[in-house]
């Protein structure tokens, strides 16, 4: 195997598939010594991708570096390779619509674009959402296809317009600390303190497919989380394990979370 197996140490099984998927990549930039794009990674595959390429030794550069965001695409590219911003192929869309009868949400959005016009979950960046207003970061080559179809999002009639990346908005989101004590690292154990349920409720939630680990979905109420760890759930949003405050007299984990809510 191409790649060093120690690299694999600093990540989950289930990240493995990515892993190859990126070293792929640097093999055929290596190979052809022509740069490559990849679709839209989020936070945790931005982190591999850089781990990876840079064991490669390869050139790489990020949107969200340039155009923040929490989505990214990627450039991996060899040393002659000059950047342009351009070569992100990115589109930004707003999107246009009445809000005096309506208040769009990012679940609307979303769930118009990826089950009601089967678009897949990487051409798409961040869905950024304002009071009475939206924007969709996409890539480039789908956006006459966004403009031309995507005409209604739940109730509301909508017209998207490209505009400069420039414009780009934060978007809501509200976010607070709290410090929390846990009897274990365990995510059913984390994810009942955090939501205020019962361990019961929180396993449920794990079996019913409803929980997200660094954005991929966990079956195991017995995964074991660390610093770092992103944790979604629907319904609920979502919160980050900010650091380890060490243990009470009893062993208990001390823990400082940010708990954020998507409006």
């Known amino acids: 195997m191409a790649m060093q197996k120690d690299l694999y ?3 989950r099984p289930g990240e493995y598939d990515f892993i190859e998927k990126i070293d792929d990549l640097a093999r055929r930039v290596e190979a052809t010594y022509a740069y490559a794009l990849t679709d839209f990674l989020n936070p945790r595959q931005v982190d591999i991708a850089r781990s990876v390429i840079g064991n490669r030794g390869l050139h790489y550069f990020v949107s969200s570096d340039y155009y923040p965001a929490e989505y990214a695409r990627l450039i991996v590219a060899p040393d002659y390779y000059e950047f342009n911003p351009e070569d992100f192929e990115l589109t930004l869309l707003e999107v246009n619509y009445n809000s005096k009868f309506n208040q769009l949400t990012h679940s609307q959005i979303m769930g118009t674009l990826l089950h009601k016009l089967g678009i897949e979950r990487t051409v798409i960046g961040d869905i950024l959402v304002e009071s009475g207003y939206a924007q969709l970061l996409v890539t480039q080559n ?26 780009l908005i934060a978007g809501e989101k509200d976010s607070r600390q709290l410090d929390i004590i846990v009897s274990s690292m365990r995510m059913d154990k984390v994810l009942a303190t955090v939501l205020k349920l019962s361990r019961s409720q929180a396993v449920q939630l794990i079996e019913t497919d409803k929980v997200k680990l660094n954005y991929q979905i966990v079956d195991r109420a017995s995964e074991m989380l660390q610093v770092g760890d992103l944790i979604s759930v629907r319904g ?27 409006k």
């Open 9 to 11: 140490q600093h990540f």
């Open 142 to 167: 789908m956006a006459d296809y966004f403009r031309a179809d995507v005409t209604k999002i739940a109730k509301a009639s909508v017209s998207l317009k490209e505009i400069p990346l420039e414009q």
């Open 236 to 262: 609920f949003g979502r919160f980050s394990i900010l650091s380890e405050n060490g243990l009470t007299k009893n062993g208990k984990c001390k823990l400082t979370v940010d708990k954020m809510i998507h």
